[in-house]
């Protein structure tokens, strides 16, 4: 077999979706194929330092647990920026508490592709591609166009209304004519012209962050959404005063965390203050004389975007191509439960929202769905992989908004998810982006020789690893929700394992044993898991199935997808190991 390839995983970067990027870079590297794949961590900092790290660093809890070190962050959790200008000894100490500085053009030699899980400006807008383009490192996801089209808002709404005819209502309002307007006006004229609610948009960033809803008549809450989406606080010298000393560093600390926050550095009047306990201290000396603190973000947005509220199911849906370039939709996904929005939280934090495939809606509107995502999927320059939200309305009418080029990777996120009902483990799909995007870049006419080359050298792992499969790893679990939970995270640990295939096996009341196919592994609990085994797989998902069999066929080989059972000799001859979810133990036999 040829030379493992070198997979950089980049996770943190700039952007307030950083932790979200966290979490994907640790997907990355628990799920990533061995048998073709040598994963290389690489941290991204805040402040643009690229630094080769252990992979013991992705499981700590959040980036503020391992950077920047505990002793310098003054009884707060901080982002590097909040320590302020550093000297370089300073910045090297801190660098590599926690692994090795790569210098920007010292990547080439530690890695032979870029698997970028950045999220956010400086990662999804061109800005990291272009890096990579200029060091001749091939790179997941879309090109520059692409990216740079993903991470603009007003831009998307454009090519949408042009792809696919929808007439969604938006306007922008930059921060210059905002501070200077009547906004009792400006509020109602948005209403007159848009209707009501308002949401109001950050254009430029990610995982619903930046986004306020405006559900009351009321110039007050739809001035607080600007100021949220503008990255801006207000703080009044009565409201100071009230708190105590715990209530105050609350505050600090709330304002400091990027999903709910405005983030640090923050700037008044003319001061930068990058640290929240010396913000703390700035307040309570700057409150003596000034009724209100404006405090913004030194990464605030220019200009914010309002659109007129859609009322309906959100949906969203995957794209992936073949290798002539051609885009399939996947299954499209909703989010359901105790929700009123598809936000952050629900995304990323909550444990009553749930996800559905395909979304429930009739057959002609799923067909709706995917026909317009592909129309976008082609006009705003995407490739390799996507990920287009969107509405049914009550009158069933189709909306679609914010492409996004590199999807949150979450082991619950959407497009694994999607993936797995068309029978592509998180492992198998990993693979797919790693080897489209190589086959992507060679499109670009640019370092042919050497793409060429990484192409086929993966194809020929592939086609190795088809010739000589892996002994049969049994992943068994019983019927309840703590072997069910604990058998998700071995059957997706042991997906990239280079000796052991693992088979989902549950052992039911019954007393037999079941084979199950991936796709029932991604239900969020066992009472769907149960729901869904006796349900006949969704006439639209299995066309999406046969839709993609020759792009399954390459990256996977033959999948069965139903559910059957297997006897005790078949259990005994077939499986040359098993992981046992009740005692959480490993027996090789």
């Known amino acids: 077999m040829s030379k493992k390839i070198k997979i950089g995983i980049f996770f943190g970067g700039p952007s307030r979706e950083r932790e979200i990027s966290f979490m994907g870079g640790r997907t990355a590297y628990e799920h990533i194929d061995r048998r073709y794949f040598e994963p290389v961590p690489i941290f991204v900092d805040s402040i643009g330092n690229f630094i080769k790290v252990e992979p013991e660093t992705l499981y700590e809890p959040d980036i503020r647990s391992f950077y920047p070190s ?67 490192i091939p790179y997941m996801g879309p090109g520059i166009l692409g990216s740079g089209v993903g991470i603009d808002k007003p831009v998307q709404n454009k090519l949408m209304e042009l792809a696919t005819g929808q007439t969604k209502k938006y306007k922008t309002i930059s921060k210059d004519f905002w501070e200077n307007a009547d906004k009792s006006k400006v509020f109602s004229e948005l209403i007159q012209e848009l209707g009501f609610p308002l949401v109001v948009k950050a254009p430029h960033q990610g995982s619903s962050i930046g986004v306020a809803i405006v559900k009351k008549r009321s110039l007050e809450e739809f001035s607080k959404g600007m100021s949220q989406c503008f990255f801006e606080t207000k703080i009044s010298k009565k409201d100071w005063s009230k708190l105590t000393h715990r209530q105050k560093k609350n505050l600090m600390e709330k304002m400091s965390n990027l999903d709910e926050g405005i983030g640090f550095p923050v700037v008044i009047e003319d001061d930068t203050i990058y640290h929240p306990a010396e913000l703390f201290k700035y307040l309570d000396k700057y409150l003596i004389n000034n009724d209100f603190a404006i405090i913004s973000s030194t990464n605030a947005e220019d200009y914010v975007l309002i659109e007129e509220f859609i009322s309906g199911q959100e949906f969203s849906v995957g794209v992936i191509q073949d290798d002539s370039g051609k885009a399939f939709a996947l299954p499209p996904a909703e989010v359901y439960g105790e929700i009123q929005t598809f936000d952050f939280k629900s995304k990323y934090k909550s444990s009553v929202s749930k ?20 129309k976008a999927f082609e006009i705003t320059g995407m490739s390799v992989i996507s990920r287009i939200d969107g509405f049914i309305t009550p009158e069933d009418e189709v909306l679609l908004h914010d492409p996004n080029t590199i999807p949150g990777m979450s082991p619950a996120s959407f497009i694994f998810k999607q993936m797995a009902e068309i029978g592509f483990n998180i ?11 190589v086959r992507e870049r060679i499109r670009s006419g640019k ?27 049994a992943v068994l679990f019983g019927e309840n929700e703590e072997e069910y939970s604990t058998a998700r995270k071995a059957y997706g640990k042991y997906g990239g394992n280079e000796e052991y295939e693992p088979v989902a096996i549950c052992a039911a009341k019954n007393g037999g044993k079941y084979r199950i196919p991936l796709n029932l592994m991604f239900k969020p609990d066992i009472m769907e898991f149960g729901m869904s085994i006796g349900k006949p797989k969704h006439p639209f998902i299995q066309k999406n199935i046969d839709q993609v069999a020759a792009i399954r066929e390459f990256y996977v080989g033959n999948v069965d997808f139903n559910v059957f059972k297997v006897s005790e000799d078949e259990f005994v001859r077939n499986y040359q190991a098993v992981y046992d979810c009740s005692k959480q133990n490993l027996e090789i036999r």
């Not at 370092?447 to 892996?470: F, G, H, V, Y």
């Open 70 to 136: 505990r002793n310098q962050n003054n009884g707060f959790k901080v982002y590097i920026e909040s320590l302020g200008p550093l000297r370089d000894t300073q910045l090297y100490k801190l660098i590599y508490k926690i692994g090795s500085q790569i210098k920007i053009e010292e990547l080439k030699e530690h890695i032979d592709f870029a698997f970028v899980v950045m999220h956010g400006p400086y990662s999804e807008d061109g800005n990291i591609q272009g890096l990579m383009e200029w060091l001749n």
């Open 355 to 374: 996800k559905r495939i395909p979304v429930e809606t009739s057959n002609h509107n799923l067909e709706v769905i995917h026909e317009k995502i592909l």
């Open 427 to 437: 492992t198998d799909a990993i693979t797919y982006l790693v080897r489209q995007s």
């Open 447 to 473: 370092n042919i020789k050497s793409l060429r080359d990484l192409l086929k050298s993966i194809d020929e792992m592939i086609m190795t690893a088809k010739q000589n499969p892996r002994k049969k790893l």
